[in-house]
């Protein structure tokens, strides 16, 4: 199984940017499909974005599509979620998720992913 553990999460001011990173381990990275998820306080958790294994394919929610850009190096077995033009309503706590696959696919639902994150908390300020 894959260890996944995130960082670069804190407070910025509404407008600004912060780079979330996804550390993974104990397995092959390039082999597992990875997601980005979020859960503000007395909400669902909700799909963010997602990348596949190799990187080439990636697929975003509606309400981050343009501000955020989720990426991954292979070689350094991490994957990041960078976020521009942050708005209060982006305030959660994010998650990074694996799964493993063979294929080329992405994926937005959290039931497809077996791994998971211990979160981090963004918190943007109006």
């Known amino acids: 199984q894959v260890q996944l553990v995130e960082s670069g999460g804190g407070l910025v001011q509404a407008g600004g940017s912060l780079r979330l990173s996804c550390a993974a381990s104990?397995?092959?990275?390039?082999?597992?499909?990875m997601g980005w998820f979020r859960q503000a306080p007395g909400k669902e958790r909700e799909f963010v974005a997602a990348?596949?294994?190799?990187?080439?394919?990636?697929y975003y929610a509606y309400s981050v599509k343009g501000r955020f850009t989720i990426s991954r190096d292979n070689a350094k077995n991490t994957g990041y979620l960078q976020m521009t033009s942050l708005k209060p309503e982006d305030t959660a706590v994010y998650y990074c998720?694996?799964?493993?696959?063979?294929?080329?696919?992405?994926?937005?639902?959290?039931?497809?992913?077996?791994?998971w994150g211990q979160g981090t908390q963004v918190t943007v300020s109006s």
């Open positions: 998720a694996a799964t493993w696959t063979r294929s080329s696919m992405y994926f937005s639902s959290s039931s497809d992913y077996a791994y």
């Open positions: 104990g397995r092959t990275f390039s082999n597992y499909a």
């Open positions: 990348i596949s294994r190799s990187g080439i394919s990636t």
